[in-house]
T-cell receptor, first 116, second 113 residues
Framework: KAGVTQTPRYLIKTRGQQVTLSCSPI?????VSWYQQTPGQGLQFLFE???????NKGNFPGRFSGRQFSNSRSEMNVSTLELGDSALYLC???????????????FGSGTRLTVV | GNSVTQMEGPVTLSEEAFLTINCTYT??????LFWYVQYPGEGLQLLLK?????DKGSNKGFEATYRKETTSFHLEKGSVQVSDSAVYFC????????????FGTGTLLAVQP
């Protein structure tokens, strides 16, 4: 069973540009969530999509957006990039029912974004 | 709000030493608890989990018990190896309409031969 696939692995962008990151969840998983990891702020939740609908959103500015397609693949977009957006962006797909023994999250390897 | 507190690192141990990384949580309801591990340059790998009080999660020699009375989920391993060197994250989720993971700050473990 293939894992969570994130593309690209590395990106270098210039301030003011925009960027789109992609995440393909494990087959059959309908929930995809995104996290930002930085040395200063640690791991922070960006948003979660379930069946093409944004179900939860973290405390990030509107420059961060996302979407999910009918095949559960998800993209996140960051517009007007700032130096502080440099981070590892992680995607996770989740499965099962909360409280059940098979509930959990699987993460991809991440996209390392550097803004210069 | 919900939160996770982990012991500060780095934790430096000699090979075959006993490991404990403390994790306590604050949450409404009945969270599920997780330990993730991150090796350099990689994403997060699920190490173990527990979904209800008194559950013990275990994997690769690591164990953690969900203690509701002390709101803790401490990670332990009886004999660490150099290959265990990584950053360890404790996390919780209450799921449902708020299906997201809340992470601790991570604890760097360095095992010396």
């Amino acid at each position: 069973k293939a894992g969570v696939t994130q593309t690209p692995r590395y990106l270098i962008k210039t301030r003011g540009q925009q960027v789109t990151l992609s995440c393909s969840p494990i087959s059959g998983h309908r929930s995809v969530s995104w996290y930002q990891q930085t040395p200063g702020q640690g791991l922070q939740f960006l948003f979660e999509y379930f069946s093409e609908t944004q179900r939860n959103k973290g405390n990030f500015p509107g420059r961060f957006s996302g979407r999910q397609f009918s095949n559960s693949r998800s993209e996140m977009n960051v517009s007007t990039l700032e130096l502080g957006d440099s981070a590892l962006y992680l995607c996770a797909s989740s499965w099962g029912q909360l409280g059940s023994t098979n509930y959990g999250y699987t993460f991809g390897s991440g996209t390392r974004l550097t803004v210069v | 709000g919900n939160s996770v507190t982990q012991m500060e690192g780095p934790v430096t141990l000699s090979e075959e030493a006993f490991l404990t990384i403390n994790c306590t949580y604050t949450a409404t309801g009945y969270p599920s608890l997780f330990w993730y591990v991150q090796y350099p340059g990689e994403g997060l790998q699920l190490l173990l989990k527990a979904t209800k009080a008194d559950d013990k999660g275990s994997n690769k020699g690591f164990e953690a018990t969900y203690r509701k009375e002390t709101t803790s989920f401490h990670l332990e391993k009886g004999s660490v190896q150099v290959s265990d060197s990584a950053v360890y994250f404790c996390a919780l989720t209450t799921g449902g309409a708020t299906n997201k993971l809340i992470f601790g700050t991570g604890t760097l473990l360095a095992v010396q031969p």
